[in-house]
């Protein structure tokens, strides 16, 4: 199994942020979070190094992340960038090297701390969520099928943002929870979308992102826990008119679980604990497929579509 090796000298913690339902103090700037005072919850800090991992699945190539455990604990490998052990109320970091300005930060909020909410009892999911009349609509989908997109996009339309890249889905109550004020958006999308440009965003291989938050003024931003109205999966396949299709049960629960940040082990799938939260949530949340073409001149219909089958599904939209 591996001696787990002990961190580096423990300091008090040079930030402090929330990242969803967790106060965070670090030992490094995490830029996207949202400062925020209060007893620390999870602390992220640098390792000494490593040690000996018990590797799931390899690292194999620049573009895979890989899984393991160490001492009881899981690891994640981003390559050529930086290890993570992940713990509930610790993120010990081991980086590749020297990091460009904010990629350290970056990894952080997008890599390791979604998998932590996971062992707070929550169901972390990689997508988008805006706002619509006190209710949360969150849109799933693999890269580059425009999560981010559509977000900014309803969010000119005066609806907040409430999260991007991760969403924290709470089984309990159905709500969701915003994980921080940010979301990145190619920069030609954001000028055709508005016609000016955000602040560049600083990670170094995302030069074409451009980083829109709350300082920025483009769209708002809500941190109030909403109350989940329905899950989109994107498919941006489409070649004519936006369609929405209501997925039956079960579809739905492999949707979520497919886009859902679960820690496992290789050969056991996701625990029954993880599947049962899941479930939770599809009870009282429909999952929904919305296929559009590409091109910003189908997102006011697309926009329409989404906000037309929200007042089906309870309520008005504007």
């Keep these: 199994m591996g001696v787990s090796e002990p961190p580096g000298p423990k300091a008090g913690p040079v930030f402090t942020g929330r990242f969803g339902p967790f106060v965070v103090g670090a030992d490094a700037e995490l830029?996207?979070?949202?400062?925020?005072?209060?007893?620390?919850?999870?602390?992220?800090?640098?390792?000494?190094?490593?040690?000996?991992?018990?590797?799931?699945?390899?690292?194999?190539?620049?573009?895979?992340v890989a899984s393991g455990t160490l001492g009881g604990?899981?690891?994640?490998?981003?390559?050529?960038?930086?290890?993570?052990?992940?713990?509930?109320?610790?993120?010990?970091?081991?980086?590749?090297g020297d990091l460009p300005p904010g990629?350290?930060?970056?990894?952080?909020?997008?890599?390791?701390?979604?998998?932590?909410?996971?062992?707070?009892?929550?169901?972390?999911?990689h997508g988008t969520a805006v706002a619509v009349d006190g209710r949360a609509v969150g849109f799933l989908g693999?890269?580059?099928?425009?999560?981010?997109?559509m977000a900014v996009a309803m969010g000119l339309r005066g609806h907040a943002v409430l999260a991007d890249d991760c969403l924290i889905l709470d089984p309990q109550s159905s709500r969701l929870i915003p994980s921080y004020p940010e979301t990145r958006i190619e920069a030609a999308t954001l000028a055709g979308l508005l016609g000016r440009e955000g602040e560049p965003a600083s990670r170094g291989e995302d030069v074409s992102k451009t980083r829109v938050g709350p300082r920025g003024g483009i769209v708002g931003f809500d941190s109030e826990p909403h109350r989940l109205a329905a899950l989109l999966v994107l498919d941006r396949t489409g070649s004519v008119a936006p369609t929405l299709r209501l997925l039956p049960?079960?579809?739905?629960?492999?949707?979520?679980?497919?886009?859902?940040?679960?820690?496992?082990?290789?050969?056991q799938g996701p625990s029954?604990?993880?599947?049962e939260r899941v479930g939770a949530i599809l009870e009282r949340t429909p999952v929904l497929t919305l296929t559009y073409p590409g091109g910003?001149?189908?997102?006011?219909?697309?926009?329409?579509?989404?906000?037309?089958?929200?007042r089906v599904l309870g309520g008005g939209a504007t």
């Design 31 to 64: 830029s996207e979070l949202a400062a925020a005072e209060g007893p620390v919850e999870v602390v992220v800090r640098r390792r000494r190094r490593l040690g000996a991992v018990v590797w799931d699945d390899p690292p194999t190539g620049p573009d895979t």
């Design 73 to 96: 604990r899981h690891v994640l490998r981003v390559p050529d960038t930086v290890d993570f052990v992940i713990g509930r109320d610790e993120v010990g970091y081991v980086e590749h």
């Design 103 to 125: 990629e350290l930060s970056h990894q952080v909020v997008s890599t390791a701390l979604p998998y932590v909410v996971g062992l707070w009892g929550y169901v972390a999911v």
């Design 142 to 149: 693999a890269t580059g099928t425009g999560k981010s997109t």
């Design 249 to 267: 049960p079960t579809e739905g629960f492999v949707k979520l679980l497919e886009h859902a940040f679960v820690l496992e082990r290789r050969g």
């Design 272 to 275: 029954a604990e993880v599947l």
């Design 296 to 310: 910003l001149e189908h997102l006011p219909a697309v926009v329409e579509l989404v906000l037309d089958r929200l």
